[in-house]
Every structure is written in structure tokens, then in C-alpha cells.
């Protein structure tokens, strides 16, 4: 049994913010939908740890694919990004 939030295949949306702070979530991708194709283990969040902090959390990282047309309004292949899931909300169809 597993813990992850997102399963295989689960639609999500990504924040759309800008923090005054390094993220690892690209520009180009932020409020962009797109499917998880499968969870990559647990990490400490960059985002805080960039900082210098001790106290990051550990989150889950999923690959998540998105098609280029989505990101960038052309092209015909998928990007996949690795992505903390404290970037993620669910978008369900």
C-alpha cells in the first residue's frame, strides 16, 4: 500500500505563483496542466533548502508529462518535468 498522493495517471495542475525565493518549478510550466506518470521517491524540498535552511521538509517528487503545446502553444512531443508535489493540485477532467 502506498502513501503518494497522485497515482499513476492523475491529472494535476501546477501553482501558479512566483515566489520571491528559488523554486524548482519552471516559469514556463507554473498553472499548466498535466498527468503524472509515476511518483520518483521522497526529497528534501528545494525550495527551502536553497535558503540555507535545516528545517526543509521531505516531500514526494513526481514525473509528471505535459504536452509541449500546453507549455508553449506548439509542438508535438511531451515534456516531462521532476516535481515536488507541493506543486501540484488535483485538476481532474
Known sequence: MTDDRYAPGAYVRTLHHD???HTRLPRYARGKRGTVIEPEGRAPLADIRSQG??????????????AARDLWGEGDHYVVLD????YLEDDQP
Open 19 to 21: 515566489p520571491p525565493h
Open 53 to 66: 535552511r535545516t528545517d526543509c521538509p521531505v516531500e514526494q517528487v513526481y514525473a509528471v508529462r505535459f
Open 83 to 86: 516535481l515536488f508535489e507541493s
